[in-house]
């Protein structure tokens, strides 16, 4: 099956990233999101991600325009009838993802694979609440979306050899590196990193050194283009905790528990460069 036609849902930074690299290696797009006001949010910054590489010479601005011109924005799951492919961007909540996927799969042709860009949830229980499960998949993709080279491509039991096959050719077509994952809490990247960013911020909490300290020897020391907590601060310190809950239910092991200070730091509002307030303050 070739993929030539993308749904994307959510126009927020994960969204309209996708959107962009699809755009840009030659596929239309719909984008897809629950209001006008957010689509067009989404497409303004998408314009301005790809005015930065107009500038930078990395495209023309024929380039920019072409991309630009392949992809529709919408609110209305109906515009999804004919892609090939629906790619799930929204925030990282098993319920809201799983309402998406049902109301996704209401319009979408019986053939059109249907793609979660979930980070961390179980997609063999994301594909159950499907009537044809063996088209879901996971296709992780890492922000920012056109910079970050690598796709997780994560098998739900129920996923089909076939399932796995287009979507693999699909992420070399938008030039991007696919690694076949098994379906765990995380899989394999998330399940690396956010361990170490959660043990950094516990290392904070008991102030064994400052924010800035333990991001600068991250960086010299291990060779990290960026520290943990600014990491963290540009996940999103909501997102950081969603991760470690599913972790800590998922394995069943204390080791992923989340730092007390992540749960309070959200609890304040303070999610990190989104909220204006994390680790640093971006006001």
Excluded: W
């Excluded at 890492?142 to 796709?151: D, E, H, K, R, S």
Aim: glycine share 8%; net charge negative; hydrophobic share 45%.
């Amino acid at each position: 099956m070739e993929i030539n036609k993308i749904g994307v849902i959510g126009a927020g930074t994960m969204g309209n990233g996708i959107a962009q690299v699809c755009a840009a290696a030659g596929k239309q797009v719909v984008m897809v999101d629950v209001s006008a006001d957010a689509v067009a949010r989404g497409l303004k910054t998408l314009a301005g991600s790809l005015d930065r590489l107009v500038k930078k010479e990395k495209i023309s601005a024929a380039d920019k325009d072409a991309t630009l011109a392949r992809i529709q924005g919408s609110t209305a799951y109906a515009d999804l009838a004919d892609v090939d492919l629906v790619i799930e961007a929204a925030t990282e909540n098993e319920s809201l993802k799983l309402r998406i996927l049902k109301d996704i799969e209401a319009v979408v042709r019986p053939d059109a694979i249907i793609a979660s860009n979930t980070s961390s949830i179980s997609i063999t229980r994301l594909a159950a609440a499907l009537q044809h499960p063996a088209r879901a998949i996971g296709m992780h993709f890492f922000n920012p979306v056109p910079l970050m080279a690598l796709v997780e491509l994560i098998s739900g039991l129920q996923t089909a050899e076939s399932t796995i096959e287009a979507s693999r050719a699909f992420a070399l077509a938008v030039g991007k590196t696919p690694v076949a994952v098994k379906n765990s809490p995380g899989f394999v990247v998330n399940r690396l990193l956010c361990p170490m960013i959660n043990e950094a911020i516990f290392v904070y909490q008991e102030g064994l050194a400052s924010a800035a300290d333990i991001d600068e020897a991250m960086k010299l020391g291990c060779n990290h283009p960026i520290g943990p907590l600014a990491l963290a601060d540009m996940i999103g310190l909501d997102t950081m905790l969603s991760v470690m809950e599913v972790f800590y239910q998922g394995f069943n092991d204390s080791k992923y528990r989340p730092a007390p200070l992540l749960r309070e730091m959200v609890d304040a509002g303070y999610l990190g460069r989104k909220s204006g307030q994390g680790f640093y303050s971006y006001s």
